[in-house]
């Protein structure tokens, strides 16, 4: 199942969260124990300029969220306690979507 988060950036925080992403693409044995953990298969990142306002779409592909979540928030592997910091202090709130399809094969 796929999981979608969609966060505004905060503006001054752009270069920070790029660099970030930047470290995760280089770092994928860590990311990769980390997906072992949660249960995750498949993560991506996409950054969106809307009028000026950037737009995080994370999204995160799982057999079961609430364990894939319940791992990271207890998770003490570096990388997940970096992800946290840093993403805590890049992101700000939230944007609402509405779910207007989805199927399952």
Not at 19 to 34: A, I, Y
Not at 36 to 62: D, F, K, P, W
Request: glycine share 4%.
């Amino acid at each position: 199942m796929i999981k979608l988060g969609i966060r505004k950036v905060k503006p001054e925080e752009e270069s920070r969260l790029r660099e970030w992403m930047s470290q995760l693409n280089s770092r994928h044995p860590e990311v990769r124990e980390t997906f072992r953990q949660e249960g995750v298969t498949h993560e991506q990142a996409r950054l969106i300029n809307i009028s000026g306002e950037l737009i995080l779409i994370y999204a995160m592909e799982a057999a079961d969220h609430a364990k894939a979540a319940a791992a990271f928030a207890q998770s003490t592997l570096p990388i997940d306690v970096e992800h946290k910091r840093i993403m805590s202090q890049v992101l700000g709130a939230i944007v609402p979507s509405e779910l207007l399809f989805e199927c399952h094969a």
